[in-house]
């Protein structure tokens, strides 16, 4: 994992959730994003609510299993693509796994509860949340990934 200079001191010293609004890392190897994962759940911090964004294929639902890992999570994880959502249970409470990519509208999602989902604390790790509109509540955190070759990718942390 390549970090910035600035953002490898910044996350040596612990102080990155206060002085960075945006973190980005170069990652080569899948293994990386098990620490990784731990880097964004320092970065998150009180926020629950986690949406991922990129092209498919671009890593989302490989983040999103360190993510679960690094929460706790013992069950075995996969995509909800066909179930819009997977529920795990973890040492920390619920972790909701939600795939929108297969809605057409935001008033499906409405239709299954996310707004219940979204508001009682418990984790909700987001693929394809431009698909649900202005139904994310302020204060989540956002997670771009952009494959730059067929095993590397730059993950951005930030919050909008």
């Known amino acids: 994992m390549l970090l910035t200079g600035l953002i490898f001191q910044i996350h040596i010293a612990g102080y990155f959730c206060a002085m960075s609004s945006q973190l980005q890392f170069t990652v080569e190897r899948v293994e990386d994003l098990d620490k990784l994962a731990l880097t964004l759940l320092d970065f998150a911090g009180d926020e629950h609510i986690i949406a991922f964004e990129g092209e498919m294929g671009a890593g989302k639902t490989t983040f999103i299993k360190s993510i679960c890992k690094a929460l706790g999570v013992l069950d ?3 995509s909800p693509t066909f179930s819009i959502v997977n529920h795990y249970l973890a040492p920390r409470g619920n972790v909701y796994h939600f795939d929108f990519y297969r809605l057409n509208d935001p008033s499906e999602a409405l239709a299954i509860g996310v707004d219940e989902y979204f508001s009682d604390g418990s984790f909700c790790l987001i693929e394809w949340p431009e698909k649900v509109g ?11 990934i952009e494959p730059l070759s067929s095993t590397t990718r730059t993950i951005t942390f930030y919050r909008p």
Not at 134 to 144: A, E, Q
């Open 76 to 78: 075995i994880t996969s």
């Open 134 to 144: 202005n139904l994310l509540p302020s204060g989540h955190v956002k997670v771009r």
